[in-house]
């Protein structure tokens, strides 16, 4: 491999590598892919979005066979086998990994373990885990080396009393209290994990809501469902301090409006964001540009250095595993000459996998106001949803953002009941720019959740037939 050549080397096996290089052996690319770790698929497959959703998956069982009897279903004695809990993970982790090397194989993409470092002059130097190091040539290069857990500057994570999301996948013991400092997506959904495994949790967030990135109607319902299910939620609140004694993480923090606030908890888990892996890739010797932290690129994910791309956490695009596949698609798609349209990044999903489930897409209400449209909204709440009276899930609404003018739909909130698969519908609508008036002419299946997209339609207009 020491002299190989190939028409493209890809540096890193996550959802956006990976995906690239599928893309790249299906259009008869010559492809290499470097990956560090001795398997495939890298953080989303193996310490993020799979293994997280599939305890978030096991959290939504529990809950609902402690619910099972105002159904009818008898559970008798419902408790958690966290052990089998990690087992079923383990299991489904593997799967889907043996299955990217399927994909590999059947496309003809080869991989080799190693960390991969820029060379110059489109060459990539790999450093085996023996320590041997192999150069290889590349008429193109992808640079899809992903981000890590983030520290804060006084408290790093240690893996026993103060923990990252990494670590939090593999507790072997429910911590009797849990501090989460950061209520984004991570820290949302660990925090719903960990209250139905039998933690009691506090969440500390330093914006004024908890996810504050989402619509702000949003925001408040899953707050108020938060407080339903006995998590405590700290927003505005800044931690200034934080120390283990004893085996008590002890932090002091401070509110926006001045007053002091001492937690206490047996683990305090650091959702406060990701940082891009660029050390050690080779950076330094290219004409690659980094601004605030990301590697700045074009429309079609091109750096400033000759046939050097760049895709997912390390550019300033929104850091979800989604993205990162169509950044790798896109990428491979301008290399092979298939004259690809760039990635509309106003039309990104958004899904937040906690109890109750969030999916989002397009422009908030704030947002559209403050872009100067004349916004119309619309939304329609689960509790006056059939088929979420039938589910026994009626916490949350669907919620349409669109403009008065050409009747545009700007953007899409849901929370409750798989809002997270409901948000396919706006997906669709958005890409297609569909008018409000097209949504509702649209025939939704009765009983459905969709409905709900249905009748928040009619609400844009005042007909709303049901609420």
């Keep these: 491999m020491a002299e190989s050549q190939h028409d493209l080397v890809i540096i890193g096996s996550g959802s956006g590598g990976y995906v690239a290089a599928i893309r790249a052996g299906q259009l008869g690319l010559d492809t290499l892919v470097v990956e560090k770790d001795p398997f ?42 966290l052990a089998a809990a990690h087992e079923n993970k383990r299991k489904t982790v593997i799967k889907k990994a043996k299955g990217v090397e399927g994909l590999f194989k059947k496309h003809k993409v080869a991989w ?38 983030g520290d ?14 990494d670590h939090a996948l593999e507790l072997a013991e429910i911590p009797p209290r849990l501090l989460v400092l950061g209520a984004g997506a991570v820290g ?23 996810l504050p990135l989402e619509d702000a109607d949003v925001s408040a319902e899953v ?28 932090c002091r923090a401070v509110t926006a409006a001045g007053e002091s606030l001492t937690l206490e908890a047996d683990k305090l888990l650091l959702a406060v964001g990701r940082q891009a892996n660029f050390k050690g890739i080779g950076l330094e010797s290219t004409a690659v540009q980094i601004e605030h932290g990301r590697i700045v690129v074009d429309q079609f994910c091109r750096t400033h250095e000759n046939g050097v791309y760049a895709i997912g956490d390390l550019l300033a695009t929104p850091w979800l595993a989604h993205v990162a596949s ?22 990104v999903p958004s899904c937040t996998y906690c109890w109750p489930e969030v999916g989002t897409i397009g422009l908030s209400e704030a947002q559209a106001r403050e872009k100067g449209y004349d916004v119309r909204i619309g939304a329609f709440p689960f509790s006056a949803s059939g088929k979420a009276a039938i589910l026994g899930e009626t916490v949350g609404f ?4 669109a403009e008065a003018k050409y009747d545009e739909v700007l ?33 939704h299946a009765h009983p459905t959740l969709h409905e709900a997209i249905h009748e928040a339609a009619e609400g844009v207009h005042g007909q709303m037939i049901h609420f």
């Design 40 to 81: 495939l698929g890298g953080t989303c497959l193996h310490r993020g979005c799979i293994p997280t959703k599939v305890l978030l998956h096991t959290a939504d069982l529990l809950q609902q066979a402690r619910d099972g009897a105002k159904f009818g279903v008898l559970c008798g004695e419902v408790k958690l086998d």
């Design 112 to 149: 080799v373990q190693g960390t991969g470092r820029l060379g110059g002059n489109r060459t990539v130097e790999i450093t085996r885990p023996d320590g041997a190091i192999d150069r290889v040539q590349a008429k193109n290069i992808i640079l899809a080396t992903g981000s890590r857990c």
């Design 152 to 165: 804060l500057p006084f408290l790093a994570a240690d893996g026993d009393r103060v923990i990252n999301s």
């Design 188 to 210: 949302m959904e660990f925090a719903s994990i960990y209250s139905r495994f039998g933690s009691k949790v506090t969440v500390v967030e330093l914006l004024d809501r908890v």
């Design 223 to 250: 707050a108020k469902a938060f407080r339903r299910q006995g998590i405590t939620t700290h927003t505005a609140t800044r931690v200034e301090e934080a120390k283990v004694e004893d085996g008590v993480v002890r």
């Design 326 to 347: 169509m950044e790798g698609v896109l990428a491979v798609e301008h290399i092979a000459g298939t004259n690809p349209p760039p990635i509309n990044y106003a039309q």
């Design 398 to 401: 669907a919620k349409i953002v």
């Design 411 to 443: 953007g899409m909130h849901i929370v409750g009941p798989h809002a997270t698969e409901l948000i396919a519908e706006a997906e669709a609508a958005l890409r297609g720019e569909l008018t409000v008036e097209e949504l509702i002419r649209t025939i």
